[in-house]
């Protein structure tokens, strides 16, 4: 064949011929790995499909050369498709992606969100046919509006492809989606295919068993290993000066880190991503960046990111990141993890440890994309100097060795498994709420098999389903009319035709940010900003102006110095293989390859503490007026124990691989007494455990949740219970050492 005609291939020859004439002129010689094998797992509509395959990887054509060969399979009628993806900037791109070859197949493609015009959704709706590119919020608000037509809406769906799926996997919108899911499949009256894109899965059995509850056995799973990129990894570490130079006291404050200097000297003349974790530290070394690039007199080259920005912003760091002819780096948070096309990018700096060994794997995957090009990761570290009162984290230097331990875990291949045990309880109500919407009214008994028994919320009981409906009567949420048919309350009637109902997840209210008519992006209530501040946002800095409480709206004027303000969020529970192999390093006298020499060391400076503190042969340290116990257990077992001490009526805090207690009225023997006192009886319930414990309502609608399954609800999402009280065997089976 000629050089621009794919190789032989059995799986090219299943596609339909003006696939496979659009990848002839597209001067395709080979299809990738995942697209080899997917296309005659997919082609025949007959069974679920699992794709995990490296970024760059070719999921999408993979998933949808098959499908859409397909749905040009029957001329008569070419079906329905349906693709959730979890952002909006997502559903952009592939739409971009899709209806070149689309418009060729005159199959028409409906990117569907909030940016998009009613008049294009009310041409679906007169012909639902081709591919949906969906949100799981604006298919909970097509499920509720326009419940009545749903059967005959998408009578001819036949797959529905979830894009990043670990994205939702272990979280509310992850329940929201299987949930919809099955509400669509009940609606139309038979299986509809389920395909599951992503790169970053830890354990692909849960992964396919979230993508099809209770059928994760029948999921084929295609696990593309395919052309490994080799990996550059560096960390990078600094003691910061405790007091600046007088000379850059004016300067921002944190141009004057090690860490922008280093970024501005190396990530110049290229295209990069930096991840500092928080929307904040966005703004503050996206600002630090430019103005040293003004100091200098060229062209800025950082960019900020993230989702407060508004979308005009965020679409102009992507167009640089595109541009050939321009150099940028963008400085960024989740939002350019995932899928969107940028274009490629040399390097990935992380500043701080990342919230995930899946999440590092996710980004790291942005680079190498080049043939021959490595991925690069630069991690950047920054710690304390050793001072008499330092701190044991300090000491330990549990910043580096966590980063470490990550990295290490990464050149392995190995990421955090899904969280799929969450109960979500608060998700169920809005899924009540919204199923109450689609069917006007619903039996109990109805409502019960289609969300709990069929759908995915099988560990609610009927009794506590009843308990539930009686609460949310309660509240005036729900009602019962003389049929025994569910109604919408009063206040649930009022809740479910606001448009904020269809996220799962809680929003909180923001001030649009305005200067000179332009939206800048949002800031939320809780920053605090007052008339007179000066913020550094979208990279820039501002003075606040105006806030016009009624109109929700911040008006800013351009100035010249600023301070980031605070958003919400934080990280996520790190894993208990993380700690161990934390433990690991401490343990051992192997310096890990990617540490340059100011983290090796901080290494042995972690490791010398270790071993003065002999943590080896102990479990708790006392410090001053605390107690640490050391556990070197994951977040949610040490949660588990912290609430376990919380109920003996000590006062504690998780500090990272230790339980910090404050000690003013216990000591090392009686919590070891609590501990042991833990590990003979079997392990407690939520409601044992979290008995008179307050302020565990974190998601969208957990006030309206009975007492007893918030606490369920809590402990599942927040806590391991068991296996904190497998912890606590060991221990109490183990001799101690205890201080001298």
Known sequence: MSAGEPRSSAAFSLLDVRIQRWIWTEKWSVLRDAQERAIPALVGCDRDVLIAAATAAGKTEAAFFPILTHLLANIQDTGLCIYISPIKALINDQFMRLERLCEQLEIPVWPWHGDISSSSKNRFFKQPSGVVLITPESLEAMLCNRGFQVPQLFARLRYIVVDELHAFIGSERGKQLQSLMQRMELAVGHKVVRVGLSATLGDLGMAAEFLRLRGGDGVEIINSNADPVRLQLEIKAYVEPAHLPAEQQDAPAITTSSIVRHLFDTLRGSNNLVFPNTRGLVEEYAHALGWLCEQQHITNEFWPHHGNLSRDIREETEAALKNKA???????????????????????????????????????????????????????????????????????????????AMVSLLEEKWVEPPQTDGLHFSTLIQQLLSLIAQRGGVQAGDAYRALCVQGPFPALGKADFLDMLRHLGKLELIQQDASGVLLHGAKGERMVNHYSFYAAFAAEEEYRVVCDSRVLGSLPVSSSVSIGDYIVFAGKTWCVETIEEEGKTILVSKTSIGKAPVFAGGKGHLHARIRQRMRELYRGSEVPHFLDAASVLLLQEGRDSYVRYRLDQRVMLSMGSNIYLLTWLGDKQNEALAAVLRKAGVSVSVSGPAIE??????????????????????????????????NLRREKWDWALPEHLLKKSYASLQMDVAGAHAWTQQYAAAPQAHDD
């Open 661 to 694: 207690i404050f000690a003013k009225e216990t000591d090392e023997q009686r919590i070891a007494q609590y501990l042991q006192a833990f590990a003979r009886q079997p392990p407690p319930d939520a409601q044992q455990l979290l008995a008179g414990a307050f």
């Open 326 to 404: 321009l150099h940028a780096t963008a400085i960024c948070t989740n939002t350019l993890e995932l899928g969107i096309d940028i274009g490629a990018v040399k390097s990935i700096a992380q500043i701080g440890s990342p919230p995930s060994v899946a999440s590092m794997r996710q980004r790291l995957g942005r680079s190498g994309r080049r043939p021959g090009e490595p991925a690069i990761l630069r991690g950047y570290v920054t710690e304390q100097a050793l001072m008499k009162d330092s701190t044991l984290d300090v000491q330990l230097r549990t910043g580096l060795f966590t980063f470490a």
